[in-house]
């Protein structure tokens, strides 16, 4: 199978083996190298996912958006989000700072129409935008900012009112700035607009900007250096993904592995959602301490994280 077939996704074929017995070492390099892998014709079940992503995660995280269900292995392999809306393109879990590294989709049932999976190398995105755009947005940095709930201080900070000299200085372990606002306390953090990814010296264009602005209809995250993206910037980053991203169609027993700082994902529309189970396994590479950006000893690369407040979005 040649690689225009499978746009981006480099193919390791199978042969009817389990994913049990998969070369993780090969598949890792691959990630590495090209970012994107297409696993073809193996005997895919949950228990063998699950297996797959423990070789190659050191921990892994609970993605707790609405409408997943945990489908084995305690909460390491769920599903995806089980509507049959259309998804933008985005990063799993790119609106939090414990952005996994590694993104995994398994297809357990294959639909007969729609719910293709969109697949859109940042790096490429980078690549291409118009040199206006790109001139905007290098050295600059994105915003992420949002109300703090008192889960979420307590995690973080050990107590739900906390005062201002914790709200200025927070543990070194915390990914959050915090600040106070007319209606409580809200709480960021930033990563730049191009961002090097995970194994190029490279910047990618890989965060959530169109799935908040196309999907959840929001506009204020991120924000560019404190300030809404100009309609026009949006546009042109749309029109620059669009033409580079490619469509999925699933097969019974596809795994599709994905390093998530430089491909962003969605989906197109689902016509039946009762055809089409996919498993998903969010997890966080061996090897890798820390990343750029992330807190002193970050929690999720220590042990399996599942986050302290459920999120309004997907």
């Known amino acids: 199978m040649g690689e225009n077939e499978t746009g981006p996704l480099i193919v390791i074929e199978g042969h009817g083996t389990g994913l049990e017995q998969a070369d993780s070492a ?45 489908l084995g292995d305690g909460v390491r392999v ?25 993104a995994m989709f398994a297809c357990l049932d294959p639909p007969s129409v729609g719910g293709q999976t969109n697949v ?19 050295g600059k940095r994105l915003f992420y900012i949002r109300p703090a709930s008192p889960e979420l201080l307590r995690y973080w900070l050990g107590t739900e009112q906390p005062d201002d000299a ?18 409580g306390i809200v709480r960021g953090f930033t990563r730049p607009a191009l961002e090097p990814t995970l194994f190029q010296d490279q910047p990618a264009f890989a965060n959530f900007l169109l799935f908040a602005r196309d999907y959840l209809g929001i506009a204020r995250i991120p924000l560019l250096e404190g300030q809404v993206f100009d309609d026009d910037m949006v546009d042109a ?17 596809d795994v599709v592995l994905l390093d998530n700082s430089r491909f962003m994902h969605g989906r197109r529309a689902i016509a039946e959602t009762s055809e089409r189970r996919i498993a998903t ?19 999720w690369r220590r042990e399996t994280f599942i986050p302290p407040e459920k999120p309004n979005e997907s």
Request: hydrophobic letters at 40%; a neutral charge.
């Open 26 to 70: 090969a598949i890792r390099a691959l990630l590495e190298d090209r970012g994107a892998v297409l696993l073809r014709g193996f005997a895919t079940t949950v228990e063998g996912f699950a297996a797959l992503g423990h070789s190659l995660c050191a921990t892994s995280v609970f993605n707790e958006s609405p409408h997943r269900e945990i």
């Open 78 to 102: 769920q599903s995806v989000n089980l509507g049959a809306d259309p998804f933008p393109l985005h990063p799993e879990l790119a609106r939090e700072p414990w952005r996994p590294d590694l």
């Open 120 to 138: 859109c190398d940042g790096i490429a995105i980078a690549d291409n935008l118009p040199a206006e755009v790109r001139r905007v947005l290098e």
């Open 281 to 299: 396994y969010f997890g966080y590479l061996k090897g890798i301490g820390r990343r750029a950006g992330e807190p002193f000893e970050p929690i």
């Open 237 to 253: 980053i749309r029109s620059a993904a669009r033409s580079l991203t490619y469509s999925h169609r699933w097969r019974q027993s």
């Open 166 to 183: 914790l709200l200025a200085d927070p543990p070194a372990t915390c990914p959050y700035w915090f600040r106070r606002a007319r209606d």
